[in-house]
């Protein structure tokens, strides 16, 4: 169960010039604030394919390239490029007096390890 969007300020526009990415924290979840020519974008950090900090890759106009095995993904809808059935969240970003605003949906709370290991047996059981 999450709450409702909350909206976080990720600093100046100024402060994220055409080109740059950084890594934003909030409610629970790391999120990865761009540039691209002039699009802002928040995407979820972490790549579909081996868990890499997509806020540690670089741009190439509208696509983001995770650093670790060069996945893509475009920033306008966080889709992997070549298998758009994938994709990471993205996040809606507007600027106000200025100042960068991520609206993001708040991370599940972590699962215990009891419900993890109920979860598995019951999977073993439903075969």
Avoid: K
């Amino acid at each position: 169960m999450t709450g409702p969007p909350v909206e976080v300020a990720a600093g100046r526009a100024e402060e994220l010039p055409a080109g740059t990415v950084r890594l934003l924290e909030a409610a629970g979840r790391r999120v990865a604030v761009g540039n691209a020519g002039g699009r802002l974008f928040a995407l979820d950090d972490t790549c579909l394919h081996r868990g890499g900090s997509l806020a540690c890759g670089h741009l190439d106009g509208e696509v983001l390239v995770c650093p670790m095995h060069w996945w893509r993904y475009d920033v306008r809808s966080g889709r992997r490029l070549g298998q758009p059935g994938l994709a990471v969240a993205s996040y809606p970003v507007r600027v106000v007096d200025g100042e960068v605003l991520v609206t993001v949906t708040p991370a599940p709370p972590p699962r215990s390890w009891r419900e993890i290991l109920l979860d598995h047996a019951r999977e073993g059981t439903a075969r």
